[in-house]
């Protein structure tokens, strides 16, 4: 069964959506994360990915006073992504009660440290963020396009022990105008035995459905729930109870 994970995006400690990640086109959904993770708790959800925009932003850990409160105050599983640039952050990150550090901008930046911190860590607690625009992979919070092709990024990765990964197709984050089905096809077609999370775009529970059908793990939703498009009472089904 597809695991449903529910998404918190930070800006200056509040819970806000962005549309396809720019800063520009933020709206502020709760000024206090702590109840909407508990909102997501009361509805059976186990996981959370909490995404620091400031830290993605900026290049530096900025929001785990609310990673802390949420890991202290729920018991989501909870995966932190934004900012993580060097060993201290990455073990802050982990003292701070996230299970798992999503990495995105220093596993294209700096293999040779994403690739310890595997090690140290173990694949089943740092999740690899892939974000793609037009099959090219973006980072530092999406503000800095790459030339590299995702698919033979996938595989590389893959063959040196990565086994989950959240990938978002920002041309559709944030529109509500369904995921990008044809690409995770794609990536599953190649790379079958890989955790992949989709990310953006979900807009009702039918897309829910397709990308378990297409064999996704994992969907992160966010902007659905927020603007009621997704209510969590329908997504309880998906819940491992």
């Known amino acids: 069964m597809i695991e449903i994970i529910p998404a918190i995006d930070l800006i200056d400690g509040k819970c806000v959506r962005l549309t396809q990640g720019d800063f520009a086109r933020q709206k502020v ?5 702590l109840e909407t993770a508990k909102e997501f708790e009361v509805f059976g959800l186990k996981r959370l990915h909490l995404v620091d925009l400031d830290g993605a932003k900026n290049g530096k850990v900025t929001n785990l006073k609310v990673l802390e409160t949420i890991a202290n105050n729920t018991t989501l599983t909870i995966d932190f992504s934004g900012g993580i ?3 201290e952050d990455i073990q802050n990150v982990f003292d701070a009660g996230a299970k798992m550090a999503s990495i995105g901008s220093v596993a294209v930046k700096n293999q040779e440290k994403f690739f310890q911190w595997l090690e140290k860590y173990g694949s089943q607690n740092i999740l690899l963020g892939a974000d793609v625009k037009e099959n090219l992979l973006a980072i530092n919070g ?14 590389s990765y893959f063959a040196r022990g990565v086994r989950q990964v959240f990938c978002t197709d ?8 369904g995921s990008s089905n044809a690409l995770y096809a794609q990536i599953l077609a190649r790379l079958p035995k890989l955790k992949l999370i989709a990310s953006g775009g979900v807009s009702s529970i039918k897309d829910v459905f397709e ?3 297409i064999g996704c793990s994992g969907v992160i939703i966010g902007k659905a729930i927020y603007e009621g498009k997704l209510k969590l009472e329908e997504l309880k089904q998906f819940s491992t109870d």
């Open 29 to 33: 959904y709760n000024e206090n994360p």
């Open 85 to 87: 640039k060097t060993d």
């Open 142 to 155: 999406w503000q800095t396009a790459t030339t590299v092709e995702i698919l033979s990024f996938l595989e």
């Open 170 to 177: 920002i041309s559709k984050d944030g529109l509500l105008q």
């Open 211 to 213: 990308l378990e059908k």
